[in-house]
């Protein structure tokens, strides 16, 4: 039978292997842009998981990496921030999750609490987690809290702006230069704050 001669079958073999590891690596080979997300509104809340974590817009101090359950659909969001970067300040630093411009005007400009739910990440866990809201590129507000090494929720409030809410900033803080210290993000919860 000709299927099993050797020019034939161990090509075809090699072609199946290759086939089925890039098969098994689904979406994630494939690069997204960075692009307004508009997450799910809940209670009031703007809340941004799953597939809203996704698209973030990166920035030259931190890296990130999505993180995808069985299925490939992602569960989170790994971000690092890079060797000696200092504490976050002014607009270009850290990862932006930008937010749909009907999903900002639906914050407005008033006060807001932002909650992050986060996940340690083994052994270069960052000590502390600043967070940023970018209301329309005219104003940076960024605030910083220590983390921990369990799960938990971090509450971040921000005073009222000028314009409403373009994008919240995410960028772990670390003390130390030997490696990039970062956290897991599960969801971010956006109310406005009274």
């Known amino acids: 039978m000709w299927l099993f001669r050797w020019w034939v079958f161990y090509p075809l073999v090699a072609a199946l292997a290759a086939g089925l590891i890039l098969g098994s690596m689904g979406p994630g080979l494939i690069a997204h842009d960075p692009r307004p997300v508009f997450g799910r509104m809940e209670d009031g809340a703007l809340v941004l998981d799953g597939e809203s ?39 270009a630093q850290g990862l932006r999750i930008v937010l749909a411009p009907e999903r900002g005007a639906e914050l407005g400009a008033g006060p807001l609490r932002v909650q992050v739910a986060m996940r340690p990440v083994p052994a270069t866990t960052a000590p502390f987690l600043a967070v940023g809201v970018d209301r329309s590129g005219a104003q940076m507000q960024w605030a910083s809290l220590p983390t921990t090494q369990l799960a938990g929720v971090l509450t971040f409030d921000f005073p009222a702006g000028d314009a409403a809410a373009a994008a919240i900033a995410i960028r772990p803080e670390a003390t130390r230069a030997d490696y990039n210290y970062g956290v897991e993000i599960a969801a971010i919860r956006i109310t406005r704050a009274t």
């Open 53 to 91: 974590l996704a698209y973030p817009q990166g920035s030259a101090d931190t890296v990130h990496f999505i993180a995808r359950n069985a299925r490939w659909a992602p569960v989170g969001l790994r971000v690092a921030v890079l060797p000696d970067q200092g504490p976050a300040q002014g607009a």
